[in-house]
């Protein structure tokens, strides 16, 4: 079985920046693609970042550029640096992990951190 636990949402202004991680635990050699999903209230789940075992990355068009997916698969940790944060980026960010090389539909999933972006 897999674990995900992520962390590091918060409150922050137009134009901040907050980093998003996830720890995975368990079965972690079973895993290649991870990443971010996230729910505005109101709104279905939307994919946002991905990245492969292998490195490879993959970003939503409303988050490229500003939002940055890197993974230490020494430390099974992955990390979302988002900046130049918007207020329709307000939403809880679930991190997402599957087996294969793309992640949709996640297998597993975080519990999921707020983000919201307001002056």
């Known amino acids: 079985h897999v674990q995900l636990v992520d962390s590091g949402g918060g409150l922050v202004r137009p134009g901040g920046s907050l980093t998003l991680s996830c720890v995975v635990s368990?079965?972690?050699?079973?895993?290649?693609?991870m990443g971010w999903y996230r729910q505005a209230p109101g709104s279905q789940r939307e994919f946002v970042a991905a990245?492969?075992?292998?490195?490879?990355?993959q970003y939503s068009n409303s988050v490229k550029g500003r939002f940055t997916i890197t993974r230490d698969s020494t430390k099974n940790v992955i990390a979302l640096q988002m900046n130049n944060l918007k207020p329709e980026d307000t939403a809880v960010y679930f991190c997402?992990?599957?087996?294969?090389?793309?992640?949709?539909?996640?297998?597993?999933w975080g519990q999921g951190s707020q983000v919201t972006v307001s002056s």
């Open positions: 997402a992990a599957r087996w294969s090389l793309e992640l949709d539909p996640p297998e597993y």
């Open positions: 368990g079965e972690t050699t079973t895993i290649n693609a």
């Open positions: 990245i492969t075992r292998g490195g490879n990355t």
